[in-house]
């Protein structure tokens, strides 16, 4: 009986000593996030000397040297030699003098004025392409719908021509959606078919059957209006990839020398939709000199990165990501003596910089070393439109079929003691599900929400990998994106608890061989 009652204890032992030393150890590195070290960060980030921190400048710069000194303290590993990881930005204006269209055919030979008859888009190649035209439909592909605009058609080397949305677009049978619109009367979606199928120039005309205005839209270029400011150009993130083709809309003018009239191709529109079978073929005779000439101007930004190698030897090449974005919007170079005109964004998102910064800290403070590997990453220009966590996911430093989950940060001090959102919580039930178990030794009151917002995070951009993501908030507040967001009116025992949480659960995710669902139809 005794010898009986000391094997219950000893297997009772055996089995509740590790979780319990694993609980001690993670509490160990939880105290190393505190009050204090979430405030020396948020005050560095959000003061007025970095101006807000507006990608890409030399003030989000200093931000971003100062974070890779803080790993480099940490004894971070580096990845390919560097904390960084560089983002490629550019603006671009149309070069007026070298743009033009050129259609001759049928004894006639036009050359059309820019801006009137035609103005290239925003994607079109730095260049020009001469060939045979061939009208493709409305440019779809549709193997869902067994409908292609490209079936028994030769295109490659020529020069398409495609109507605007897609067949049915104010019949509400439609199979592409009724008159929603599918992905099928985007202009990218159309762009990226004529590439497919070997074309070598697209111009795109406005569909007449539903549209009487047929002038030519393309980009608003700043060099075709003297109202745009010729010096401060949009900055956008650079995805040229050495595929694009000059692309540009075209109007009425000619729509009648390809067609003979404008309701010449709107009976050929009617056709296609009616049977809604294609009806594409080459306009014989006519070719196409297209030239779209563009000028530029670079800029560069970094991604901030630091890792901890993962120990297991079937797990070890594993990747969890915690992450958020240290840049802001800047400030507002007109304004009066004496005013606040700087956005320091203390709370977006120094604040879950600053987490993610304790969190690298206590996670390097651990004598025991993770299971999976662990990825702390700082984007840039967030506020632009996600491009920094779009560009690392479009170049990943590590493999993302082995990037498990992605924890982001992105506002965690505001709003009280003691709540917490989590932003794709219904999307990411079993990674929500890890969270709010670790948060029992948290204690936050967590507030469920909708998913109004889970597209507007660095998470989101894992998330369209099939990587389960969550945005971890305190949510918004009066202050955001204004001059009142200053670090005094951060609440550090709330961003501290919020950052324990993160630790905990990074922690569990990296030491343990879970993997999470994701509902993308949610």
Known sequence: MKRSLLLVIIITLCFSFPEKLFSQKVEKGERRITNELLKEYIDFLASDSLLGRRAPGKELDVAADYIAAQFAKFKLGKINGSYFQTVGFYSQNLDTQNSFLKISGNNTSKQYQLKTDFIPFEMTLNGSAKAEIVFAGYGITAPEYNYDDYNGLDVKGKIVLVLRHEPGENDTTSVFGGKNESKYSFLATKLENAKKHGASGLLLVTDPLNHIMLKPQGYPWP????????????????????????????????????????DSLKKIQITIDKTLKPNSFPLTGFNCDLSTRLTFKEYSSKNVVGFIKGTDEKTGDELVVIGGHYDHVGYNKEHKAG????????????????????????????????????????FTAEEMGLYGSAYYSSHPLFPLDKTVAMLNLDMIGRNGDDTLNIEGASINPDLTALILKENESVGLKYVPSGEDMFGRSDHYNFFVKGISGVDITSGLHKDYHTVRDNPNTINHTKATRISRLIFRTTWSIANDNKYFKILKNK
């Open 223 to 262: 060099s075709l209006s003297k109202l745009l400011p010729q010096d401060n150009l949009p900055i956008q993130l650079d995805k040229r990839d050495g595929s694009e083709i000059p692309t540009a809309q075209v109007g009425e003018n000619v729509i009648k020398q390809l067609f003979g009239s404008v």
């Open 339 to 378: 005013e606040d005109y700087i956005y320091n964004g203390a709370d977006d998102n120094a604040s879950g910089t600053a987490g993610v910064m304790a969190i690298a800290k206590a996670f390097t403070s651990m004598k025991q070393k993770p299971r999976r590997s662990v990825l702390f990453i700082l």
